[in-house]
């Protein structure tokens, strides 16, 4: 059984001052971030786009000279917590268009920041629920 190929919503190639030569492959699809990197060795990394945490955008002097940038993704996974998409084109548009997505899947998933950080900011399974503050004591008034 096949399965139905997806549709690629943004892709590029890392690049070289502003040249596309290079062995790294980038796509983006509704759910899912893909990066496939090497020549003789090749390594596919597959990213479910909501468990995307937070993103950055880096431009060096020579990146903006070449209209180029690198977007690094912070991810709530175990193998790999930070990826790089390395001197891309386009990378502002890529950024708004990478963030949206985000949104959207959460949104289709129904995910909230509670499967990522836990209650009121502590890590998974650090808090307890009997810990949290009763209603009353959350004013502020000492009586």
């Known amino acids: 059984m096949a399965l139905p190929e997806e549709e690629i919503i943004w892709k590029d190639r890392k690049h070289w001052l502003w040249f596309p030569f290079s062995f790294t492959k980038y796509q983006v699809t509704k759910d899912r971030l893909y990066i496939q990197r090497g020549f003789f060795k090749t390594v596919y990394d597959e990213t479910l786009l909501y468990r995307i945490i937070d993103m950055r955008l880096?431009?060096?002097?020579?990146?903006?000279?070449?209209g180029t940038g690198t977007l690094e993704v912070f991810s709530r996974v175990d193998t790999q917590k930070k990826i790089e998409l390395k001197n891309i084109r386009h990378c502002q548009e890529v950024n708004r268009l990478l963030s949206g997505l985000v949104e959207q899947i959460r949104d289709d998933k129904k995910v909230v920041g509670k499967e990522f950080y836990?209650?009121?900011?502590?890590p998974q399974g650090a808090a307890d629920m009997d810990d949290l503050p009763e209603p009353d004591d959350m004013d502020g008034d000492d009586e």
């Open 58 to 66: 880096v431009r060096s002097l020579g990146q903006k000279i070449c």
């Open 118 to 122: 836990g209650i009121m900011g502590h």
